[in-house]
Each structure stands twice: as C-alpha cells, then as structure tokens.
C-alpha cells in the first residue's frame, strides 16, 4: 500500500516560461533575459584593532546594475528602449517546482520590474538561417523581485530605498538623514 506523503519539500526545477514587458502592458518581444547581481559598494577598512584589512558593505548601496536583453531579432518594439528617458519593463514568469511529497509540479510566479536607463543597444550580427541576438543593456535604478506573490528585495536608489524580505533596510538611516 502506497503512503501519500503530505507536501513537503518544494524542488525548484525550471522556468517554465517568461515574457518582457514595457510599462507592464507591450510585450516586447521574444527574448532572453539576464537579471543583474546584487553587488554592495565596499569600504576597505584597516587599522589598529584590526588584525588586517577587510572590505565590508556600505548597507543599501549597490554597485551599478544592469539589465540585459538579448532578442532573437531586430525589432521596432525594442528599439523604443534607446529613447534617454527612464523605462519601466516588467518580467513575468512561471517557475515550476517539484513537490516530494506529491510529486505533483507547483507552479509559481515570478515577476520583476525594473525602472532603469538605457546603456547600450546592439543591432546584432547578420548571419543567414540564424538569429540576429541584439542586446539591449539597461541601467537599473528601481528593482522589485516578486515570487510566488511574496515580495523579496526591492532597491530604489534615487528614493533610498531597501527592503529585502519585507524589512526596510534603510529607514533607521533615512530617519537619521532627516529623510
């Protein structure tokens, strides 16, 4: 007699799929997408006490982050991104997770927005029968990271913003800047 197992441990297991969007609403075509590090403005620090010297992070400060875009084609949809004004692209997406208990696949969704910038944007190669692959690189100055509904980092740089798991990072800070 086979024991059903009640859900236990989630395997996250692909990305099912994704779309990108401009202003959460134009589908910007087909593409594949590379979210930017996190990665902390660092201080080295040394001196007496200290048995060396260490970096250590500056808390809510990042280095620059990109966004890149790679697409299969040229496109007039992507083009728009080239305009020097700030840009709002939403990724959504399906991850889909294997239960052990079930093992039954759970689906949950993931979804990004990104304010940002362009830097760079490619035409891509001609090359016959294959794809093109422009790359679009876009300065981020809002990230939000959403999964399965629950809201795990957001950076807002030009407002001081920090919350990673619901807690913000920054308000001690912004109450001591008088912010």
């Not at 024991?3 to 236990?8: D, N």
């Amino acid at each position: 007699m086979s024991q059903i197992l009640p859900s236990t441990n989630l395997i996250p297991a692909v990305l099912t799929n994704a779309k990108v969007y401009k202003d959460g609403v134009d589908q910007l075509g087909v593409a594949t997408v590379e979210a930017p590090d996190f990665e902390y403005l660092t201080e080295s620090i040394s001196g007496l006490g200290i048995a060396g010297e260490m970096d250590v992070p500056v808390a809510g400060h990042f280095k620059s982050m990109a966004l890149k875009i790679k697409w299969n084609t040229a496109n007039d949809k992507a083009v728009v991104l080239l305009q020097p004004v700030g840009h709002h692209i939403e990724v959504r997406g399906n991850i889909q997770e294997l239960d052990a208990g079930s093992g039954k696949f759970v689906n949950k969704a993931v979804k990004v927005v990104a304010k940002s910038l362009p830097k760079k944007i490619g035409i891509g190669k001609f090359e016959p029968g294959k794809k093109m692959e422009p790359e679009t690189e876009l300065e981020i100055y809002y990230y939000k990271l959403w999964l399965g509904g629950r809201e795990l980092v957001e950076v807002d740089k030009l407002n001081f913003i920090f919350r990673l798991d619901g807690i913000d990072q920054l308000a001690e800070v912004r109450a001591n800047l008088g912010m």
